[in-house]
């Protein structure tokens, strides 16, 4: 059983009446305010308005960045740090999914370096420990960014997407209000939610002889609630306890609840950051398509029991004595999950991606080294995972 | 779905190899601290020593208040704070199970007050927003008080035994080694377990209709963790992993994860709390022979089927269309958990407990107004729930 330390100190205002809150939050840190958002679903859901409102009634100056990325690119930080030094802003207020919250804490992390450029952090594994506070208001279950300490930042001139990580960037505060990702469309819905899920099964795998059993139960709770409630979601967009179960597991999936103990991996992860470098595809949809291979390619008699458990726990297969046969069971259960209750497309060629880069993704993704987990991969390995995705 | 505001921000360093840390983190308060500890136990272990020894090795000044009892005193936390003042001390650094770490926490609210008097807060109920920050390093799993807002406090004079909460009361850092309880006695052992079981329990009733799925589950892991490994550290006091377990049960049952929009429910606390005011008994013990019976009087057709639920996943019964009957397996397995494994004596009078204040204690307890829950309860109810425990 491995030491640990747990820190989740982000204050999170959960539900349908809590946004009232946002000045008292924001005049506790100063008055100078960067507002961070995306392509502007916010304005047409009326988000935004409410937002500008509530500031502007409590004197609280407002700066701008807009346009935020999908896949935040270190370009568009640096250009809201330059904001922040020039207009001396107080805070960084991010509204929006993952991306949006990833941005504003690349904008937070590099105001406070002396030439404003986010990407020396990022490409030197930089841990942040001094940053502008970041408030965060979600409308994306997907990321848990809104509650962790993590930043994925993407440079599309060298193709590289890249987290970017911090006590200094867990948001101080988070406001999450189901009915905020109700204009979500239903692919972005499915992406969110299948991230959520991907952010326990990376780490799932780990935890067989490292950690506590309960914590082991926590992780199969969240992959439960997700698998539950993410077709419902998808259906009923506007169906308030579906939104509200994806939003509160985006949360606990990464807010280190889950961790005690474990060794957290991020094989997937680390297999999907080169795609979405590479292509600019939806991260969800590119762990829907990386995920049950990675598992076919892993799965052994050593990694069967987990697997087969997976299956048993979490999408409530007959318990069997034969490990391999259920492991192979539960692929097949989590596939059809992510394929057909998902509907998301399959294979890396439906989007357009061949072979072309799959060496150097595979390299690139080991140029730390081996990927650790209960499995070590190495450059090889991943680029077999990749050919078993086309 | 209820609202709820999530905010929990303990530092916790769980493991072996981690109190190397408390210089650091004392250092960014301030120099001088006031040790609370008990009857002198980590006199015995060793753990006074390797703090004293750390704290001096950092230049740290160390003021003591030792003998703080089981069911602390409002006249001990009063104590300290009187030496806070006098020695204008910058943190409360408590040393043992739940009572210190509540009477530190008594202190460090009442070293901030004109007169340095803890009772006013405890009888008013004011929710405490100033206090000397505290550390907590625990050496019994049991009420949670090392990482949450809550100090339960006595006054033997008025036999009132009363909770005080704050934001400001939670600790700033826990250090959680579970070594540190090897040497607890059985007794003291199971006391505990049932104290971190029925933080859960009494919460999980309220459950039903409020919350996530994803809770709920998270509640019976717990629940679990308690049942599966109390008995294994009663019989092994050395047994890392069952420590361990209960430890992280014990931080885990009270830190607000589980609450996420459950109405936060006391039935067993409130009827406990005046047994231990009236006959000082163990808080633990109190609540083991109270849970069984407090569940056999609130059974109906509306709770039969959230007991019967407990049965299944927390005791490993078998399913059953039969909610009644199910509900009442489910109460016999939670006696024999208490009764047999657990080894605490079933009845009142087992502990030199008559009849005499039942009354009292009743009214008492409903001073506020009818105990909210599944099922509310007045006076009566209660006086009937202490009849049933005899």
Not at 10 to 28: D, R
Not at 225 to 235: F, I, L, R, S
Request: hydrophobic share 40%.
């Amino acid at each position: 059983m491995n030491d640990f330390i747990f820190h989740n100190p982000a204050k999170v205002y959960f539900g349908k009446n809590q946004i009232g809150h946002l000045p008292e939050e924001i005049l506790k840190i100063g008055k100078r305010v960067l507002m961070v958002y995306g392509g502007g679903s916010i304005k047409k859901n009326g988000l935004y308005d409410t937002v500008k409102k509530l500031l502007d009634e409590n004197g609280i100056e407002t700066f701008e960045l807009s346009g935020v990325e999908p896949n935040p690119r270190h370009t568009t930080a640096n250009k809201g740090a330059q904001i922040c030094k020039k207009e001396k802003i107080d805070l960084v207020l991010a509204i929006g999914g993952g991306s949006t919250i990833d941005c504003a804490k690349g904008v937070a992390a590099a105001a406070l370096t002396d030439d404003g450029d986010v990407w020396p952090l990022v490409s030197n594994g930089v841990w942040v420990t001094k940053a502008l506070p970041v408030i965060a208001i979600l409308t994306n279950a997907a990321t848990g960014s809104e509650t962790d300490g993590w930043a994925v930042i993407s440079n599309m001139e060298t193709n590289e997407k890249i987290g970017l990580g911090g006590s200094a960037l867990i948001p101080v505060v988070a406001f999450e209000n189901p009915e905020y990702s109700y204009t979500l469309p239903t692919y972005q819905t499915a992406c969110g939610a299948f991230d959520i899920f991907n952010h326990v099964i990376d780490n799932y795998y780990l935890a067989g002889d490292a950690t506590f059993d309960m914590i082991l139960e926590f992780q199969e709770a969240v992959m439960r609630t997700v698998v539950k409630w993410a077709p419902v979601a998808m259906k009923e967009p506007e169906n308030y306890e579906a939104r509200a179960n994806l939003m509160w597991a985006s949360s606990m999936a990464l807010n280190t609840v889950l961790d005690a103990g474990t060794v957290h991996g991020c094989a997937c992860h680390l297999l999907e950051h080169e795609l979405s470098a590479y292509y600019d595809i939806t991260h969800g949809h590119g762990l829907a398509i990386v995920t049950p291979r990675w598992l076919k390619y892993i799965l052994d008699e050593k990694t069967a029991p987990a697997i087969c458990r997976l299956g048993v726990k979490v999408f409530g297969l007959a318990e069997t004595t034969d490990a391999m046969a259920g492991a192979e069971k539960a692929i097949e259960a989590l596939s059809d999950f992510c394929f057909n209750t998902l509907g998301l497309k399959p294979n890396l060629s439906d989007l357009g991606i061949g072979t072309e880069h799959f060496r150097d993704m595979a390299e690139h993704a080991c140029a730390g080294g081996k990927i650790s987990g209960l499995k070590e991969l190495g450059a090889d390995d991943l680029e077999e995972i990749y050919k078993m995705c086309l």
